[in-house]
């Protein structure tokens, strides 16, 4: 039996950050939590029962953040994964990873 091995083109970076998450012409905001964010995707768990879909386009306020645009890639167990409607630049993501994980963040991300 032969297993394929996924190599991810964006490192993802884990975060517990709260968010708000609104689904276009929908309710809300939902709360959740960021827990997983790359320069074009994001995770969020703690959503409960929010009914999202494949394809549903959301916007996502977080601390850290501003305000991010992005499409349900899948949703699932009170989680959901978020592609970004604009990508990330490496500065942004780092002053986000910065702002949640404390300065010494870059020392990690180098090591």
Do not use: K, Y
């Not at 950050?17 to 703690?46: D, Y």
């Amino acid at each position: 039996m032969s297993r394929m091995l996924a190599i991810r083109a964006n490192r993802r970076f884990a975060l517990r950050e709260p968010v708000q998450l609104a689904p276009e012409g929908g309710t809300g905001p939902f709360q959740g939590l960021l827990i997983e964010l790359s320069r074009i995707t994001c995770r969020i768990s703690n959503l409960g029962q929010l009914a999202l879909a494949a394809g549903d386009d959301v916007t996502l306020s977080a601390q850290p953040c501003e305000q991010l645009r992005g499409t349900v890639r899948w949703a699932g167990s009170g989680c959901a994964s978020i592609q970004l409607e604009t990508p990330l630049s490496s500065p942004d993501l780092l002053r986000i990873l910065e702002e949640s994980r404390g300065p010494n963040v870059v020392r990690q991300l180098a090591g």
